[in-house]
């Protein structure tokens, strides 16, 4: 299984991008799917999950700017940044609980690569 995550580059304070993370490879069922990110000199941190039953959870810092929403057809999570801020800076990450095939229950956590985001005038 592998995700790859796209989308990130150089925004100005206010502006917009779009994440995208495709999940590909044996897949039979996925969980929860969510966007994290690590600034320089931080620790990872939650941006947003969506969880299989399409609610959604936020951060308080995004909360009411970015939106997350999935294709489960497509196996991919997406992340629409509005009204960017200069503290977006970071490589975000997506994340997904995949089961591998019916013969498991358990889901286990994969990570895609990452993708930088740059919010600067």
């Known amino acids: 299984v592998q995700l790859q995550a796209s989308g990130g580059g150089l925004a100005q304070p206010g502006g917009s991008l779009r994440l995208s993370c495709v999940a590909s490879?044996?897949?039979?069922?996925?969980?929860?799917m969510s966007w994290y990110r690590q600034a320089p000199g931080n620790q990872h941190a939650l941006v947003a999950i969506?969880?299989?039953?399409?609610?959604?959870v936020y951060s308080n810092s995004v909360r009411g700017r970015f939106t997350i929403s999935r294709d489960n057809a497509k196996n991919t999570v997406y992340l629409q940044m509005n009204n960017l801020r200069p503290e977006d800076t970071a490589v975000y990450y997506c994340?997904?609980?995949?089961?591998?095939?019916?013969?498991?229950?358990?889901?286990?956590?994969?990570w895609g690569q990452g993708t930088e985001v740059t919010v600067s005038s």
């Open positions: 994340k997904a609980a995949i089961r591998r095939s019916s013969d498991s229950t358990f889901f286990d956590n994969y």
């Open positions: 490879g044996f897949i039979f069922s996925i969980a929860d």
């Open positions: 969506s969880p299989s039953d399409a609610s959604t």
